[in-house]
């Protein structure tokens, strides 16, 4: 099963300071047909404008995946950590028995980012942070692992989840190919460009979830950025 999620169905709100689009049930936006994709929560399309953001605020037993599209976002959390973390890489944050953490874009221009919550495998660890870059040019007609909580991964960020987070570019009139199984869940938005998965058309910031696969063929009809979640059930 495919199923593609026009961006212009997202849920959402404008704050003003932030411009919010949610692929999940979140805040004040709740679909029952979209809570969650497999142990994926949460994928807010998120758009804060220079010099706001995030206030210190807490969470618990989830695992937070932002992957940066433009400007940055400069992380700060009660355990000491402070990063900024650019267009183009990653952070994550697992929240495990509790944090308390700020994120803002001090940056002279809008920031644009996904924030992506997974459901962790086991509740109560320590919680972590780190960040990294991930250059584009690496992920030129191929993913790339950028986040992943199984141990093959070692050049990916660690998630306490069983789960991946993927990246890759892809030039138009490429194609590159997904394996899969029928019992994973999978989620992809191109972050920018526009792409067909399987033959069903796909544009920027729209969402695609998929299930029951085997393989995905995904093929560029513009230059595009693509994002991909691959979990398990929960």
């Known amino acids: 099963m495919i199923e593609v999620r026009p961006f212009a169905t997202l849920g959402g709100a404008n704050h003003g300071w ?21 142990a994926l929560r949460v994928w807010n399309d998120d758009v804060i404008q220079s010099k706001t953001g995030f206030p210190p605020h807490p969470h618990q037993d989830m695992e937070i995946i932002t ?10 959390d009660n355990m000491g950590n402070r990063g900024r973390t650019e267009a183009g890489d990653v952070q994550v944050m697992s929240a495990g ?7 803002y874009n001090l940056e002279g221009e809008e920031t644009t980012i ?21 250059p584009k040019t690496d992920r030129s007609g191929r993913f790339v692992t950028l986040a ?4 093959e991964d070692t050049d990916a960020l660690w998630i306490g989840a069983e789960a991946r987070v993927l990246g890759a570019t892809i030039r138009a009139g490429e194609s590159l190919s997904v394996e899969t199984t029928k019992d994973r869940w999978l989620y992809l938005v ?14 920027a910031r729209d969402g695609v979830a998929i299930t029951g696969e085997e393989r995905l063929v995904i093929r560029a009809e513009e230059d595009s950025e693509l994002v991909l979640v691959e979990t398990g059930a929960i």
Do not use: C, M
């Open 67 to 76: 992957y940066v599209r433009t400007g940055a976002i400069t992380h700060e």
């Open 114 to 134: 996904f924030q992506i919550w997974i459901l962790p495998s086991a509740r109560g660890h320590k919680p972590r942070w780190g960040s990294r870059p991930f």
């Open 18 to 38: 932030l411009n919010a689009r949610h692929h999940f049930s979140f805040a004040g936006y709740h679909d029952p047909a979209r809570v969650h994709w497999g």
């Open 148 to 151: 992943s909580g199984y141990s």
């Open 97 to 103: 028995t509790g944090i308390v953490h700020s994120e």
């Open 190 to 203: 191109p972050a920018s460009g526009r792409v067909t998965v399987n033959d069903l058309l796909a544009n």
